[in-house]
């Protein structure tokens, strides 16, 4: 039996109707500092450690194999490999050795990145949900130990086979999608979805919807994990917590609203905040441009609609209205320069203590 399934985690138990709370890292931080926090999550009972994968960052599987190897109950999770600059045979290498590290804890989602970043590889990304489906289709094969003669629209593999035996054949593969397009083909071939920050609530409910229609539609089983990222900012002053979370979100929601310009899909998922109209997106935006901190930039409904912050008891109520819409899993991004003593606090009222 994998060593995750022998501990339970924060959400799991203490307060049943909160979703699974997990922690993002990334190539972003020092690999030091995230194995660091990987500890600190796992003595805290959190569910996993996230670690997503931007281009041109660090990549992350020395980190997430040095956490993988100094602990023995917290998941090991990599959001997202994309195929255009690790191509599926070589995903499910990785992923097949990283998960024999981590003793059947290791867990992967599969998207296709943001093309902007692959084009100034030289590479095209003009087929986003045609590589996705050849990565999955070949990866998940892989891990089976079959022979992949597989040839796709965009990714290929011809006579290939693990050299290995996968510890677990049948590692769920999760998918990133935000489009409906996408999200209906994650219903049709994934194991989970992954959902970006900057999708508020009302998107998950919506986008769970899109997910499970198509499972029904294509007669497989619904996806059961839904795994969202989100920043976290909790202190034991809320005005505090707001702060923090208004100085992430703007640094977050520039770019994300200048990729809505090229990506409709990416302004869709940001226009289902509901308390918020494309003309308050816009006026933030641009006195964000113009340099205006954060914290006046950006009202209230800016928080509540895209982060989880407050006092605890905030934080929770809000992480309930995700599991209400759908997410089985939050991965949190704590805010602040020290996040050891927020992912404890919050751990701990998640588990009803202090």
């Not at 992949?148 to 998918?175: I, N, Q, T």
């Not at 899109?210 to 989100?230: G, L, S």
């Not at 006092?311 to 995700?322: E, G, V």
Request: aromatic share 6%; hydrophobic share 50%; with cysteine.
């Amino acid at each position: 039996m994998p060593l995750a399934e022998t501990t339970w985690s924060v959400g799991e138990q203490g307060v049943a109707d909160l979703p699974k709370l997990s922690v993002r890292l990334s190539g972003a931080i020092d690999p030091r500092q995230c194995l660091e926090l990987a500890r600190i999550a796992e003595a805290n009972r959190y569910h996993s450690v996230w670690f997503a994968e931007n281009a041109f960052a660090r990549g992350v599987l020395p980190a997430a194999s040095a956490c993988a190897a100094a602990t023995r109950a917290v998941g090991i999770g990599i959001g997202v490999f994309n195929p255009y600059n690790r191509h599926p045979t070589l995903m499910a290498m990785e992923i097949g050795a990283l998960d024999e590290l981590a003793q059947g804890r290791a867990r992967l989602a599969i998207g296709s990145g943001i093309a902007a970043p692959t084009e100034r590889m030289g590479l095209h990304a003009d087929r986003p949900l045609a590589a996705v489906r050849d990565a999955i289709t070949i990866v998940r094969a892989m891990l089976k130990g079959e022979e992949v003669d597989y040839a796709g629209a965009v990714f290929s593999a011809r006579k290939v086979k693990l050299d290995f035996p996968a510890l677990r054949p049948d590692m769920p593969l999760l998918m990133a999608a935000r489009g409906e397009q996408a999200l209906a083909l994650c219903g049709r071939i994934a194991d989970g979805l992954i959902i970006s920050n900057m999708c508020p609530a009302e998107f998950t409910q919506a986008a769970v919807a899109v997910v499970r229609e198509a499972a029904r539609q294509a007669h497989r089983p619904v996806p059961a994990e839904v795994v969202q990222y989100i920043p976290c900012a909790v202190r034991l002053d809320r005005a505090e917590a707001y702060g923090l979370a208004k100085a992430v979100l703007g640094d977050m929601l520039a770019s994300f609203w200048s990729l809505g310009e090229h990506v409709p899909a990416a302004k869709a998922a940001l226009l289902r905040a509901q308390a918020l109209s494309e003309s308050d997106f816009a006026t933030a935006v641009a006195r964000l441009r113009a340099g205006e901190r954060a914290t006046e930039a950006l009202d209230d409904r800016f928080v509540e609609a895209f982060a989880i912050a407050g006092t605890a008891d905030d934080a929770l109520a809000q992480a309930r209205r995700y599991a209400n819409a759908g997410a089985s899993e939050l991965v949190l991004t704590f805010a602040g320069r020290r996040p050891e003593p927020d992912m404890q606090h919050l751990a701990n009222a998640a588990r009803g203590i202090g």
